[in-house]
Nanobody, 118 residues
Framework: QVELGESGGGLVQPGGSLRLSCVAY????????MGWYRQAPGKERELVAR???????TYADSVKGRFTISRDHGQGTVYLQMNSLEPEDTAVYYC????????????WGQGTQVTVSS
């Protein structure tokens, strides 16, 4: 069982920055593929960024060059640095963990609201 605790959301003006954090409990962090997803009102949940245990990254086209995902194995934490935020980035952001040894399992955080508005 993996538990995820997110923080860092909020209200920011267009062009601003935010950093989201997600701490993973209950599993060996290096065994987890970590990701960030988001869901805007009336839309399906979509992948924003993913990072493998070895540090390989994947980004949605809409955030490439603006967002950076990273992980700290010592802290058991994954980060999402979001720069040049746009109103279209407004959504609830969810942390996700998938164990390497059980790829059919998905663990989700409770979600954190990000609102980009002037």
């Amino acid at each position: 069982q993996v538990e995820l605790g997110e923080s860092g959301g909020g209200l920011v003006q267009p062009g601003g920055s935010l950093r989201l954090s997600c701490v993973a409990y209950g599993s060996i962090f290096s065994n987890l593929v970590m990701g960030w997803y988001r869901q805007a009102p009336g839309k399906e949940r979509e992948l924003v960024a993913r990072i493998s245990a070895g540090g390989g990254t994947t980004y949605a086209d809409s955030v490439k060059g603006r967002f950076t995902i990273s992980r700290d194995h010592g802290q058991g934490t994954v980060y999402l640095q979001m720069n040049s935020l746009e109103p279209e980035d407004t959504a609830v952001y969810y942390c996700n963990a998938v164990p390497i040894t059980a790829p059919s399992k998905n663990y989700w955080g409770q979600g954190t609201q990000v609102t980009v508005s002037s």
